[in-house]
């Protein structure tokens, strides 16, 4: 492998360090469950290890999630200068979608967000354009969902963000009716379609890397790809918002089985629920440029970008074997395109995409989170 | 004024600046409830401006908020080697009660919490005593709120939070039910009770000030206060979690007219309703060593003081006129202790501290966030 090679795992976030956390507390939280018992709701057990928490409350579920947007700030606030804008309208749509788009993998309906925006300094809301390209694309955001924004938190934490920095977050809350809606995964069987949906770019995953490879490049975010666009600009496009999928399969009656957001570990996320199933794929969706562009700078074989990076794919619905074309369909109508991809088959949990001749194994990695 | 004189504003938090987010954002959300119309569901408008978000689902209202901790961290981090004790489980409650004391302001009881635990970098993970504490703190406020801890997110945010911090917050889903028990101020009445619930210090507002404070005397966070303690021990008392007295009080059948989270501005949130009342205060409970310690040291007037921290006061509840000695009851048989303080009046918005001779006169400081 070449010097100049790149992984996620180079690039500083250290998993085997944070996971101790993470499973004491998902050990914590699980306990706190049975709280909810006397009072006429219930826990839904199953949700744990989902991407959202469900909760029944008698003629309905509700589901509730908290994101955080991670560092792709710090990439906007690098192109501010040379482009002269402040993409601060693309930030709040990622940063969103960071929400919604693990909220509706169980089935709910978003309802209402509330805002977590905490700047390290006073300083940080002199940049009028940017705060107003920062509320402007959130609430853009909240129209095409059809959500309230419910209000929201904007501390200045001088001592705990970083100076310039801005910590950006959203919680979401949402409901589930007609309670059939609820997708758990219970019913995925072998045979099911997988649909496939489009990616933007990036979206808001493997930003540390994007970020550590742009020091690289001598010109940096400036960096001109081969179509003209540059890195730094590409980088930038903003997040799908898949709920509008999600709803219209809803609505049109799509058998839906289970549902995965492809975020962290890239393609791996087809493998996220917990069942014995082998998802084999004949068909790999167009790699987005800026994606295309990282694995070539990075050195990375198909087996690394594909298990780390959406690379075109960012959203999965899993459906019942006659209805992948009507899935498709519905993403379309949505203006997102779509793929029936592959099938789930009985066998060893892995990702099989046979076009590339590459196999994602089922690995210790914390692919439920 | 002496020249030690030191106030909230003088501690570094500008919020001159940052109002004007804070009203842009407030706007366009607002334009945002009407999305809810459409499936049955509802905006209660009237919840803008209070504590939490609410929304009207047929037969209950769902309130969520998300609160952030502060700064309060910082205080542990800097105790941390003096003391021998990490003090996250205290940091932990601080946490949660940020975020449930001001949901059940509106007549909620919570049901689940989310985490929201962001870390400058892989480094943090590596205090396992600290992390303990962390979840151990977590999970036992939330056993005695009776809530479920949903999930979370615990990422590693290098360049965006300062490279030892943690930036802290809360997410918090609650349940109106009966819809009765909604409770927004309508029926706010002069000749209501105010009754005053004890806070167990600083709790997690006024922190800047507080570690303002410590770089100014000589021995900081070690300062022993006369009555034995050190200023940094007691600064990390955790935040009384309010939520059990609020539950006892409805199922007593007190007849809450409305409830205030006593947070920044300290008493002046008495006054966080809109309507035009005097709040006449005729019993001012015991001030905790910590505040008045900070009073003396930052030499401030009684009302710099009660204008700005909570001053032995954390929570409100303003009941009928005859149900304050009740509500008493209520809170210290959940053992914390009230007072029948005062009484609502007719007349120009302001809290009247009639034993300190102190007027708290409505101003420009945005006391409905």
Partial sequence: MADDHLTYEDSGVDYDRIDPLKVLAQRAARATGVHLERDGAREVAASRGESAYVVDIGDAYLASITEC?????????????????????????????????????????????????????????????????????????????????????????????????????ASCVGIIRPKSRLTLGEDLAAGDAIVLLESSGIHANGLTLARKLSERLPEGYATVMPGGRTYGEALLD????????????????????????????????????????????????????????????????????????????????????????AAVACAESMGVRAWVAGVVEDGPRQVVIEPLDVTLAEESLALRD
Same sequence: chains 1, 2.
Avoid at 87 to 108: F, K, R
Avoid at 261 to 283: A, C, D, Q, V
Avoid at 286 to 305: G, I, S
């Fill in 238 to 325: 903003p997040t799908v918002l898949y709920p509008p999928v999600t709803e219209a399969a809803f609505e049109a009656g799509i058998g839906l089985r289970y549902i995965a957001n492809i975020t962290g570990h890239g393609w791996r996320k087809i493998m996220r629920h917990p069942g014995l199933f082998t998802y084999r794929i004949s068909e790999v969706p167009p790699v987005p440029e800026v994606l295309k562009f990282m694995m070539d700078e990075t050195r990375q074989t198909a087996e690394e970008a594909y298990g780390s990076l959406n690379m075109g794919a960012g959203f999965a619905l899993f459906v019942r074997p006659e209805d992948g074309d």
């Fill in 69 to 169: 947007l991670g560092t792709k700030a710090l990439v906007a606030d690098a192109m501010r200068e040379a482009s002269g804008r402040t993409w601060y309208d693309h930030i709040a749509q990622d940063t969103i979608a960071t929400a919604v788009n693990d909220l509706v993998t169980v089935g709910a309906r978003p309802l209402s967000i509330h805002a977590y925006w905490a700047a390290g300094s006073s300083d940080w809301f002199d940049d009028v354009e940017r705060m107003n390209d920062l509320v402007d694309g959130w609430k853009a955001a909240c129209d095409v969902l059809g959500v309230a924004w419910g209000g929201g938190e904007t501390p200045c934490l001088t001592g705990v963000v970083e100076e310039r920095a801005i910590d950006l977050a």
